[in-house]
């Protein structure tokens, strides 16, 4: 399997991305530079580089591909472990092998591996999409030799000075009355009117308002025992019913084997150790020996690393 694709996908957002068993890809931030002899901007670069001496497992290229490509963690590392077998072949073979959009490799008179990186390739998330451009100056422009020309305006009629103050001493005066007579008047404000001039009209407004009054008064019960009634009505509250949470969603998985007595071979051993360990059968064709089940991750996590010394490769794998 080629794992070139996942190597180039990290780059992007890593600045070190390690193949276990045959070194790390380090990436190397340059800023956007101009080349004046030439006239030529370029962009900032993230640029590739290679050192032997990173081989070790740091989890990371192992585990994207793990994600990427659904299995599990034991057969994502097989996998690059063939990978980097057949890449060491084929150098000792004194073939050139290349990276796609990273760089090629090569072994020089002494064996040991030598990396050319892609000058081409840009990792830089924040140059995508920008490449180098040329802006070359202009010959033959001289700034003395540009004339400014001022056009002619028409000049602008002005009113007379006399004729404003004549207009403002007109329509001053209406504004302020169509302020003023409101405030002084009762012309916006809604009353009854009353006269003494005729005694029956007055005694004829005030038995109106002792009856309105009245009113008022015999509907105010009404309104409170309305009030009592809705108030006392009561709405049934809906029963909340407790969500059950699985009890232990967690697996603790030491093994995935093709054959099924390795995966019992490996039951047998935890059986001694004092676990009580079971075979999962996944869709994969895989068996996955799980030592215990555990009800949350950071539980699962500390067992994991409990028994990580006699069963290395151990994993949390969370229920389906």
């Known amino acids: 399997m080629d794992i070139t694709a996942f190597i180039r996908e990290l780059l992007f957002g890593h600045d070190c991305v390690i193949v276990p068993g045959f070194g790390g890809f380090i990436g190397n931030y340059t800023p956007a530079r101009i080349d004046k002899s030439t006239g030529t901007f370029y962009p900032p670069v993230k640029q590739i580089s290679f050192n032997r001496n990173l081989n070790h497992n740091d989890g990371l290229l192992i585990g994207r591909i793990s994600m990427s490509s659904k299995?599990?963690?034991?057969?994502?590392?097989?996998?690059?472990e063939e990978f980097v077998t057949g890449?060491?072949?084929?150098?000792?073979?004194?073939?050139?092998?290349?990276?796609?959009?990273?760089?090629?490799?090569?072994?020089?008179?002494?064996?040991?591996?030598?990396?050319?990186?892609?000058?081409?390739?840009?990792?830089?998330?924040?140059?995508?999409?920008?490449?180098?451009?040329?802006?070359l100056p202009l010959e033959g422009y001289d700034v003395r030799k540009r004339i400014i020309r001022h056009t002619e305006k028409d000049p602008v009629k002005q009113a007379s000075l006399r004729k404003a103050l004549w207009r403002a001493a007109v329509i001053i005066p209406l504004l302020s009355l169509l302020v003023v007579v409101?405030?002084?008047?009762?012309?916006?404000?809604?009353?009854?009117?009353?006269?003494?001039?005729?005694?029956?009209?007055t005694a004829e407004f005030e038995n109106n308002k002792k009856a309105v009054d009245e009113g008022n008064n015999t509907e105010s019960p009404k309104a409170e025992e309305k009030?009592?009634?809705?108030?006392?009505?009561?709405?049934?509250?809906?029963?909340?019913?407790?969500?059950?949470?699985?009890?232990?969603?967690?697996?603790?998985?030491?093994?995935?084997?093709r054959l099924k007595d390795n995966a019992v071979s490996q039951v047998n051993?935890?059986?001694?150790?004092?676990?009580?360990?079971?075979?999962?059968?996944?869709d994969n064709g895989f068996?996955?020996?799980?030592?215990?089940?555990?009800?949350?991750l950071n539980t699962a996590d500390i067992k994991k690393d409990s028994i990580l010394k006699k069963f290395p490769g151990t994993w949390v794998s969370r229920k389906k």
């Open 71 to 80: 299995i599990n963690y034991g057969d994502a590392r097989n996998l690059v």
């Open 87 to 135: 890449l060491r072949k084929k150098l000792e073979k004194g073939e050139k092998v290349i990276f796609d959009n990273i760089g090629s490799f090569i072994n020089n008179q002494e064996g040991n591996v030598q990396f050319e990186p892609d000058r081409n390739a840009n990792y830089h998330l924040d140059s995508y999409g920008l490449e180098p451009f040329q802006c």
């Open 182 to 201: 409101p405030l002084k008047t009762d012309i916006f404000k809604a009353k009854v009117e009353t006269t003494t001039m005729n005694p029956l009209v």
């Open 227 to 257: 009030a009592i009634q809705i108030s006392d009505e009561t709405t049934p509250v809906e029963a909340v019913i407790p969500v059950v949470s699985e009890k232990n969603p967690y697996y603790v998985i030491t093994g995935s084997f």
């Open 269 to 282: 051993i935890l059986k001694e150790e004092g676990f009580s360990p079971e075979i999962i059968a996944v």
């Open 287 to 296: 068996y996955r020996v799980c030592a215990m089940t555990c009800s949350n």
